[in-house]
């Protein structure tokens, strides 16, 4: 008696039925998706071919940092291997330019995320809709402006003669030389581009506690949890990643501690705290005409960039699986 069911492969034999599938090598796949995507692939000539002039091709003049550099020999010029390195680390003004950057560097980094961090946490306690976006794109805006439209305002505000020592004045305090000051000079460029940059950090941050799920906050409720609490043991946890993947991308430009706003701000009475990386490679390299010592400067602070640059993505992508590639 038949039981109805036929077509059924024995054990160990194959499926006739079933068409064997063709599978290709990692050469092949790559060829099938070209074909698929090549339209978007053409797009991207003209940002490469800007890219390889504009930033490959003049990685060739690196070797002037290992050269005895003369214009007029060009890239003829003596080879000197590592001796333009050792003069600079011979000059006390380029050694003191490092504890100097790192120190604004680094300042920037804490202070600006703290501030970002708080501003967030109280501009997501706003209520009302219409002065929550008012308060978000006022602290916005400066993130748009120039440093060097900013660095005229600054210069403005704080001369000695200013609006912010006039109002210190009102209150009995004597003029601060917030520009003139070697001790007060890196304190200034800190808390400035706190006030240009902390509002981007706000911004992201905010879009950080929004997505958080209000059940959650409706259960801490439920338990008997305060707004203090809430925040401690709710909002900061959760927002733990995106402050990871902000502070780690943000160690790639530790070196660089705001070549804008410095040059544009700083003077030789204040050289000896305000004295960056930057801005005494350009001194050097432009001012002085030493080509060879600008680019051994500049050497290094890519090499050390890039390092922690691959670093900060590392830690990114292990604590908020935050990758690039």
Request: glycine share 8%; aromatic share 14%.
């Amino acid at each position: 008696m038949s039981s109805g069911i036929t077509n059924v492969p024995q054990l160990g034999q194959p499926d006739k039925k079933i068409p064997k599938q063709r599978y290709f090598g990692g050469f092949g796949r790559i060829v099938r998706r070209f074909g698929q995507e090549w339209p978007l692939h053409v797009l991207l000539i003209p940002a490469l071919v800007v890219t390889a002039i504009f930033s490959y091709g003049p990685m060739y003049g690196l070797i002037m940092a290992f050269q005895d550099f003369n214009p007029v020999e060009a890239f003829n010029s003596p080879w000197v291997g590592f001796e333009n390195f050792r003069w600079l680390f011979s000059q006390p003004a380029f050694v003191r330019t490092i504890p100097n950057t790192l120190f604004i560097s680094i300042m920037k980094i804490v202070i600006t995320t703290s501030a970002s961090i708080f501003f967030s946490l109280l501009l997501n306690e706003v209520r009302i809709s219409f002065c929550k976006r008012l308060f978000q794109t006022v602290v916005y805006i400066p993130h748009f402006i120039s440093w060097v439209i900013m660095a005229g305002v600054l210069q403005t505000i704080l001369a000695s003669d200013g609006m912010l020592n006039n109002l210190l004045n009102v209150f009995g305090i004597d003029n601060v030389p917030f520009l003139t000051n070697p001790q007060i000079f890196p304190w200034t460029m800190i808390w400035t581009d706190v006030w240009k940059a902390f509002g981007f950090g706000t911004v992201v941050y905010l879009a950080a506690i929004t997505s958080i799920d209000p059940e959650v906050y409706e259960s801490a409720v439920i338990d008997g949890a305060g707004k203090f609490r809430q925040i401690f043991s709710i909002t900061l946890p959760l927002m733990g990643p995106i402050i990871v993947l902000m502070v780690t991308l943000s160690l790639g430009t530790v070196l660089s501690a705001g070549f804008d706003q410095i040059f544009n701000l700083y003077s030789p009475v204040v050289y000896s705290t305000g004295d960056i990386i930057d801005t005494y490679l350009f001194r050097i390299g432009m001012g002085q005409a030493r080509f060879a010592e600008g680019a051994a400067v500049g050497l290094m602070r890519s090499v050390i960039s890039l390092v922690l640059m691959s670093v900060s993505l590392f830690v990114a992508y292990k604590v908020a699986d935050y990758k690039v590639f």
